[in-house]
C-alpha cells in the first residue's frame, strides 16, 4: 500500500470508529475492562492534558498504558540532554504510578520525531502489543512538529496494526474503537471540544501526579503548566455542568449521527 493510501485510509479508520464510541464511551460502565492508550510526543503531554481522565478509567477497572514517544530531554536548558532525560524518565515513572499506568518508552529523540514508515510499525506494534479499546493521543494541528507529527503517526498506526498484510512482531490488531484527542494549549488550532468527561473526584490524584515532574511546578519553564490545566478544568467543567471535566476532540466524520427522528 502507497504512503498516499495510508494517508487517506487511517484517519478514515479512527474517523468511522469514533462514530460509534463518541456516543456511548461513558454513556454507561463498561461490563468488562477495557484498555485506554495514550501516546505522547513527550513524557508528561498525556499526563498534564488527559491524566485525570486515565485516573478516572482506572478507578473503573481499565488497563491503562501510556507510550511517551520522547521523554522531553532538550526542555531543560540548564542541564544536557542526556541528564535531563534520564530526570523525565524518572518523573514519568512516579508520575504514571500514581495514575495506575503502565509506560512504554519509545526511542525516540526530543524534537525530532520522524514521520516516516519506521515509526509508523513501530507504534503499529505497540498497538497490536497493548490491544487498546481506545487511543488517546494530540491533536493534529499544533505549534510543536512533535506532537503534529505522533497525531499524524497515531492515525496511520491505528490501520497499519488492523491490518493482515502488514507484518511485524505481533498479530494484528483491529479492537481499536475510538480515537480521542486531548486538549493540549499547543495543539489549540481548530480544536473543538466535543467530548467532555467529568473528573472532579479525580483532580487531586491528578496533580500529585502531574507535580512528578519538575516542569510542571514552573522551575524550567516560565509557561504555568500547572496553573493553566487546572483552570482548564474548571472552564470544560462550567461548560458541561461537570464541575471539573476535561475535553476531547474526535475526527469531524465521528461527530455525524443519524436518526429515525429527532431524540
Known amino acids: 500500500m502507497s504512503s498516499m493510501r495510508l494517508r487517506y485510509a487511517s484517519p478514515l479508520l479512527a474517523i468511522v470508529a469514533a462514530v460509534s464510541t463518541s456516543r456511548d464511551f461513558y454513556a454507561q460502565p463498561s461490563a468488562s475492562p477495557r484498555t485506554i ?13 488527559a491524566g485525570a481522565v486515565l485516573i478516572k478509567q482506572r478507578k473503573l477497572g481499565d488497563r491503562v498504558v ?4 520522547t521523554l522531553g530531554e532538550g526542555g531543560n536548558p540548564r542541564m544536557s540532554p542526556s541528564a535531563y532525560g534520564a530526570q523525565k524518565h524518572r518523573e514519568a515513572l512516579a ?3 500514581v495514575i495506575g499506568a503502565e509506560t512504554i518508552f519509545a526511542p525516540y529523540r526530543d524534537g525530532e520525531i ?6 509508523r510499525r513501530y507504534v ?3 498497538i497490536r502489543t497493548v490491544k487498546p479499546t481506545y487511543v488517546i493521543t494530540h491533536w493534529s494541528r499544533s505549534i510543536h512538529k512533535d506532537h503534529s507529527n505522533t497525531s499524524l503517526i497515531v492515525q496511520d498506526a491505528v490501520l497499519l496494526a488492523s491490518l493482515e498484510g502488514v507484518v511485524t512482531q505481533h498479530p494484528p490488531h483491529r479492537g481499536v474503537r475510538g480515537v480521542y484527542y486531548a486538549d493540549n494549549w499547543e ?3 481548530s480544536f ?3 467530548i467532555y468527561v467529568g473528573v472532579s473526584d479525580e483532580m487531586a490524584q491528578w496533580r500529585e501526579a502531574v507535580t512528578k515532574y519538575e516542569f510542571v511546578g514552573g522551575r524550567i519553564s516560565s509557561f504555568r503548566y500547572l496553573d493553566y490545566y487546572d483552570a482548564l478544568s474548571t472552564v470544560r467543567g ?4 461537570k464541575g471539573r471535566a476535561v475535553a476531547f476532540d474526535i475526527d469531524e466524520f465521528g461527530k455525524r449521527r443519524v436518526l429515525d427522528s429527532l431524540p
Open 66 to 69: 501510556i507510550l511517551q514517544m
Open 187 to 189: 495543539d489549540a488550532e
Open 37 to 49: 492508550l495514550a501516546i505522547g510526543a513527550h513524557a508528561g503531554d498525556m499526563e498534564l492534558t
Open 95 to 97: 508520575a504514571d504510578s
Open 124 to 126: 503499529a506494534d505497540v
Open 238 to 241: 462550567a461548560i458541561s455542568g
Open 114 to 119: 520522524p514521520n516516516d514508515e519506521a515509526v
Open 192 to 194: 473543538s471540544p466535543y
